[in-house]
């Protein structure tokens, strides 16, 4: 299972990796493109630029994070089965320090 989980977590790596090359090379081609065109839209060119460099770091923040809380939680919920016995219920009628406490 180790090595399963390893080229997961390596896979969404690479996958960021390549998709925000991509947008910043597809990016910087546009501009190129847009300025040999019509170089007195410099402004708007690299106005647009900004707007989309702005989005990218927000989608690829949000995706990043994901993927570290996906990785924090699969981890957490692991430690606490192993914890538990391996019953990986956290419900405390399962626990008997749970029975007793409820009993009166």
Do not use: K, W
């Amino acid at each position: 299972m180790g090595p399963i989980e390893l080229i997961s977590n390596l896979s969404r790596l690479i996958s960021l990796s390549m998709r925000l090359f991509g947008n910043v090379f597809a990016g910087e081609v546009l501009v190129l493109v847009l300025l040999s065109i019509a170089p007195i839209f410099v402004f708007v060119v690299f106005g647009l630029e900004l707007l989309f460099g702005i989005v990218q770091a927000l989608v690829f923040a949000l995706l990043a994070m994901t993927y570290v809380v996906l990785a924090t939680i699969e981890h957490h919920a692991e430690s606490a089965s192993e914890a538990d016995g391996g019953h990986g219920s956290p419900d405390p009628a399962n626990h008997p320090a749970g029975a007793t406490a409820g009993e009166g």
